[in-house]
């Protein structure tokens, strides 16, 4: 069966300070992968996606991902966190099929100290 | 707002009582996801519809669970004889054939 393990449950950081949030899947074939985020008190949303070409992928507020194919890993980076990047981030996989969904990740809660 | 809408946001029960959830998807998006989210979890997929059919559920979804989208378009989630162990966080997402999925902002379920 599917799975994703994030490993870093808390993380606290400075602002300014790097970020990088592991994240790791067990799926032998094709995935698709997404990162989520949820700020407090909203829904879920899209950060980031990849789901073939360039392992490097870009997504919102300055925040990529690196697809490692060998490793089967697909981390969360931020070269410079604001308090505004407090939130909590999901790591998902979506193998295709008929359905579509999504297996998620336990998430990572990222506090930011201004 | 044309996103994902949920109803209610809230809902405090006593354990034994029914409730019923409402989603809203995007409006051109035909298929339709049920997932629960506990504390310190990420969301569990529940069920799946396209259009008005029910394609999948997930083991987690006991007999207690039913979950209807009679017309293709919102669909209603329903626990019967609530228990303490359904308090949680009740998603619901949509998407289009090969897109993106999208959340709403949830029902939180506290059963007393």
């Known amino acids: 069966a599917q799975s994703v393990s994030q490993h870093n449950h808390h993380v606290i950081l400075s602002e300014a300070a790097s970020l990088e949030l592991g994240c790791n899947y067990s799926y032998g074939g094709t995935v698709n992968l997404f990162w989520y985020v949820q700020y407090p008190g909203q829904h879920l949303q899209l950060l980031l996606k990849?789901?073939?070409?360039?392992?490097l992928v870009k997504g919102i507020k300055g925040f990529e991902a690196e697809f490692i194919k060998s490793k089967f890993s697909f981390n969360l980076r931020k070269p410079s966190v604001q308090w505004s990047d407090t939130a909590e981030y999901f790591c998902a996989v979506n193998a295709g099929g008929a359905t579509n969904k999504l297996i998620f990740g336990t998430g990572t809660l990222l506090a930011v100290q201004p | 707002d044309t996103g994902v809408s949920q109803n209610p946001r809230h809902k405090i029960t006593k354990r034994g009582q029914n409730v019923t959830f409402r989603c809203d998807p995007i409006s051109e998006h035909n298929r339709l996801y049920w997932y629960r989210q506990t504390l310190g979890q990420g969301p569990e997929f529940l069920t799946y519809f396209q259009n008005e059919a029910q394609l999948e559920k997930s083991r987690l979804l006991s007999d207690r669970f039913s979950a209807e989208r009679p017309k293709g378009s919102f669909s209603t989630l329903e626990i019967q004889r609530t228990e303490q162990g359904d308090s949680a966080m009740y998603l619901c997402a949509s998407s289009s054939p090969g897109g993106l999925t999208y959340f709403g902002a949830g029902t939180r379920l506290s059963v007393l």
């Open positions: 990849y789901f073939s070409g360039d392992p």
